[in-house]
């Protein structure tokens, strides 16, 4: 008997095991990935001075709707795992349930320092528009459904609000950077005007909107104000675009009426059902085709090669949804691809 016990059948045993032929791996067999997602190396800087993320952000305006917890954890997950670290949600969201699901996810994960967090804040009915007191109320409202002491980028929703003083506005943003309860400004609903009135006050010390969200995607191309473009280009803003798929159109997946169109998304999906929508569709289906990438890629790159995207604001119904999105931030789209698709959603 051997020192440690082993006997000669267990000693037979381990020759047998050694000399046993290791059957040969099939040439298709996927080759293990080892170490941190390729997309982790990806990162853009959002905003002069802002943190660096991954060129697509995950949102969660279905978060809490359409999604429920064990998804939505599920897509963020997925989104993780590939790389991903920018998640925007808003304090609208189903109510706040977006911003509560989010919250759960980054506590059980232990991933809140990996994740740069935007919160869009103004549309909660408890504490409605950009006000001194409702805008202070609404930040601590989000970061308690969060669960964290700050928010990476705080969006002042000014179509939610257009009475209150921008000045009083950037001074109580001032207070809540100053405090560490949020770290930059970004801006939906604002005019070219208003921005440049944003950049004198911070001239004279207030804090600057340095991220811009403008709902914008292939089919809304011309909604975006050339004046607020201009604007925005000319004070360095990071564009981050929220409705990159138009309520989830120019993912291909609907393209029928359904019974469901009385529905809010049924609504929104109904009326990017027609001429122009199915070209549009038709031209992302035969560039999709050539570069073997689904409609949703097709999408997402053509928002990444306009001038002024940082990064698409995406939601995502389920995790594979997310790896058809992720696909686009690797796609490149030649001139005659561009051409065709513009053409198609005139």
């Known amino acids: ?5 082993v006997g000669s059948n267990a000693s037979s045993a381990r020759t047998a095991t050694r000399t046993a ?5 099939h040439p298709s067999a996927p080759i293990p990935v080892l170490g941190a997602p390729l997309g982790s190396n990806l990162r853009v ?92 109320r609404a930040v601590e409202a989000s970061l308690t459904r969060l669960g964290t002491d700050r928010i ?40 070219a005007a208003q921005l440049v009135e944003a950049r004198i006050f911070a001239s004279a010390g207030y804090p600057r909107i340095t991220v811009l969200d403008v709902p914008f995607n292939i089919l809304r191309r011309h909604e975006f104000d050339s004046d607020l473009r201009l604007v925005a280009g000319a004070q360095g803003m990071a ?34 059902l027609n001429r122009r929508g199915t070209r549009t569709l038709r031209a992302l289906d035969s560039v999709g085709a050539e570069l073997g990438v689904p409609d949703a890629a097709v999408a997402v790159a053509w928002l990444l090669q306009q001038k002024l995207v940082t990064a698409p604001i995406v939601n995502a119904y389920a995790p594979e949804h997310v790896e058809e999105l992720v696909q686009g931030v690797g796609v490149r789209l030649s001139r005659a691809q561009l051409s065709d698709i513009a053409r198609a959603s005139e």
Do not use: C
């Open 239 to 272: 564009f981050t675009p929220s409705h990159a798929l138009e309520h989830g159109f120019l993912s291909g997946r609907h393209r029928t009426r359904t019974r469901g169109s009385l529905s809010v998304r049924g609504a929104q999906l109904a009326a990017s």
């Open 1 to 5: 008997m051997s020192l440690f016990g």
């Open 152 to 191: 990476d980028v705080l969006y002042l929703d000014a179509a939610s609000d257009g009475t209150a003083a921008l000045e009083d506005t950037l001074a109580t943003a001032e207070w809540l950077i100053e405090s560490g309860k949020a770290r930059n400004l970004g801006a939906i609903g604002y005019t």
């Open 45 to 136: 800087a959002l905003g002069e001075g802002g943190p660096r993320i991954f060129p697509l952000i995950i949102g969660g305006a279905e978060f809490g709707w359409n999604v429920d917890l064990e998804s939505s954890h599920a897509i963020l997950d997925a989104y993780a795992e590939l790389g991903g670290n920018a998640i925007h949600t808003a304090d609208s969201f189903a109510g706040g349930r977006s911003e509560h699901i989010i919250g759960q996810w980054l506590s059980s994960r232990g991933v809140r320092d990996e994740v740069v967090l935007g919160v869009r804040v103004g549309g909660h009915p408890d504490n409605p528009g950009l006000g001194p007191v409702n805008l202070v």
């Open 21 to 25: 032929p290791v059957p040969a791996q």
